[in-house]
C-alpha cells in the first residue's frame, strides 16, 4: 500500500480539501484506491482568499502575484502538515502528494474554429485561441521543501498541450475507481457542474462540464442574502421557479458548445450574474434563486441526453458540495429518468466532499507510477499524457 495526499481548491474557493488516501497499482496497471483513511476541510487563511480572489479576478500586479503563488504553496504545505498530524502519519510514509493548484485563469480550445493545421502551426492556433491555456498557482516546489514529501502539481497543461480541454479531470479517477461498476455518470457539483460517462471501454468514457454548479447560487446567497451559501436550498425552496427567467438562462451560449467542453467563471461571471438581476429587477431574490437551482439541474439533464449509452447506465454517482443541497437534489431526482438512480459516491468508498481531493492524490499517484493521467476520448487530447509537473523535497531534511 501506499499513503497519498491530495488537496483540492476549487472555483468557489470555499475551502482547501485535503485527503489522505491508501492506494496501490492494481493487477491492469491502474491505480486503485483502497479508502479514504481521513478528510479535513481547511479555510483559507484570512487575507490570502482575498488575494487568490484579486487574482482570478485579473485585478492583481504581477509582483504581487508571484508571491501569491508561494504564499498559496505554504498554505497548501500548511495543511498537508495538519492532516498528517492528526492522522498520526509520519511525512516519511507518504509517496506523493497530487495538487493541481488553486486555478487562476482558464481558456478551453475553440475547437469548433479549428481548420486542421493546428499541429502544423500550433504558434498560430496558441494565438488565435484555437488552442487553449491554463495557469494555476501553488508552488509544488514550497510545498515540497515545507514537507519533505515529493509533490505532482499541475495536472492540466499537459492535456491542453495536447488539445484537451484539460477540465474537468476527474475522469481518470472515476474510471480507475468505477470501471468495474460501469456503464454509469458521475456528477461534480462545484462552482462548476461536470459529468463523467464512464464505461468499460475507456475509449467510450466521456467527460465535459454541464453548467452552473453553485456558482450563481453562491453569489446572489452572498450579495444579497449576506451568507456564504444556500444551506440544503433553503432559501430556493421558499421561492419558485420562473419560466420566463429560466427560458433565458437556457439560451445561455455555453449549453450550445459540443462536448468534450470546458468552462470556467467567465461563463457564469459576476457581470453575467448583474446582467440577468438587472434583466428581471422585478424578480424576487428568492424566486431568482429557485430558478438558478433549477438552471443547474436543467443544464445537467441536458447534458446526460449527449451520453450515448444513457440507456445502460443504471446510476447517477454524485459528489462535490452541490450534491449536498437538499432542495437541488430533490429537483434532479424528480426529473431523471426514471430507470437511473441517484446516490452519492460515498455508496462506493469516496465521501462525496472529498472526491475532488481524491482526483489529484490519484492523479499525483499515476504520475509517480508512470501511468497516464488523461482519456483523449473524454478530453480532445490527441494522446495519452503522464500529467503533472514533479517537485521532490530536499535531499537533506532538518
Known amino acids: 500500500m501506499a499513503y497519498v495526499v491530495g488537496l483540492n481548491s476549487g472555483s468557489s474557493l470555499d475551502s482547501v ?4 488516501l491508501d492506494m496501490e497499482m492494481d493487477p491492469e496497471g491502474l491505480p486503485r484506491l483502497n479508502r479514504v483513511v481521513s478528510y479535513q476541510e481547511f479555510p483559507w487563511p484570512e487575507g490570502v482568499h482575498e488575494q487568490v480572489l484579486r487574482a482570478i479576478n485579473l485585478e492583481m500586479g504581477i509582483d504581487e502575484f508571484c508571491r501569491l503563488n508561494f504564499v498559496v504553496g505554504a498554505t497548501f504545505a500548511r495543511y498537508v502538515k495538519t492532516l498528517l498530524g492528526d492522522s498520526n502519519v509520519k511525512p516519511s510514509e507518504v509517496t506523493v502528494i497530487g495538487v493541481d493548484g488553486q486555478t487562476i485563469y482558464q481558456e478551453p480550445p475553440e475547437s ?10 500550433p504558434l498560430s492556433a496558441l494565438l488565435d485561441k484555437r488552442l487553449g491555456a491554463t495557469l494555476q498557482i501553488g ?12 509533490t505532482v502539481t499541475h495536472f492540466r497543461p499537459a492535456d491542453m498541450a495536447l488539445g484537451g480541454t484539460g477540465a474537468p479531470i476527474e475522469q481518470f479517477l ?4 468505477y470501471r468495474h461498476q460501469a456503464p454509469l455518470v458521475t456528477l461534480n457539483i462545484g462552482g462548476i457542474a461536470n459529468i463523467h460517462a464512464i464505461h468499460p471501454d475507456r475509449e467510450k468514457t466521456m467527460a465535459f462540464d454541464t453548467g452552473p454548479g453553485n456558482i450563481l447560487m453562491d453569489r446572489l446567497a452572498q450579495e444579497y442574502f449576506g451568507v456564504p451559501y444556500d444551506r440544503d436550498g433553503a432559501i430556493a425552496r421558499s421561492g419558485r421557479v420562473r419560466s420566463d427567467v429560466l427560458d433565458v ?3 445561455h451560449p455555453f449549453l450550445k458548445r459540443k462536448p468534450p467542453r470546458s468552462a470556467w467563471r467567465e461563463d457564469f461571471s459576476e457581470a453575467y450574474l448583474r446582467e440577468m438581476l438587472s434583466r428581471f429587477d422585478s424578480v424576487s431574490k428568492e424566486d431568482m434563486m429557485a430558478t438558478f437551482a433549477e438552471f443547474t439541474v436543467r443544464a445537467i439533464l441536458l447534458a446526460l441526453e449527449q451520453v450515448p449509452f444513457l440507456g445502460e447506465v443504471r446510476y447517477l454517482v454524485g459528489n462535490g458540495g452541490g450534491v449536498l443541497n437538499a432542495y437541488l437534489r ?3 431526482e424528480s426529473l431523471l429518468p426514471s430507470s437511473i438512480t441517484f446516490t452519492l459516491s460515498d455508496t462506493f468508498g469516496i465521501p462525496a466532499k472529498a472526491n475532488e481531493a481524491a482526483k489529484f492524490g490519484t492523479l499525483g499517484y499515476a504520475h509517480v507510477m508512470g501511468v497516464p493521467g488523461n482519456i483523449p476520448h473524454a478530453s480532445g487530447a490527441k494522446a495519452l499524457a503522464i500529467l503533472g509537473k514533479d517537485h521532490h523535497p530536499p535531499l537533506i531534511q532538518e
Open 249 to 251: 438562462l437556457l439560451d
Open 139 to 150: 508552488e509544488g516546489a514550497v510545498i515540497a521543501a515545507l514537507t519533505g514529501i515529493r
Open 112 to 121: 469548433e474554429k479549428w481548420r486542421g493545421d493546428e499541429w502544423a502551426d
Open 17 to 20: 480539501d485535503a485527503v489522505l
Open 174 to 177: 472515476d474510471y480507475v475507481h
Open 330 to 332: 430533490e429537483r434532479l
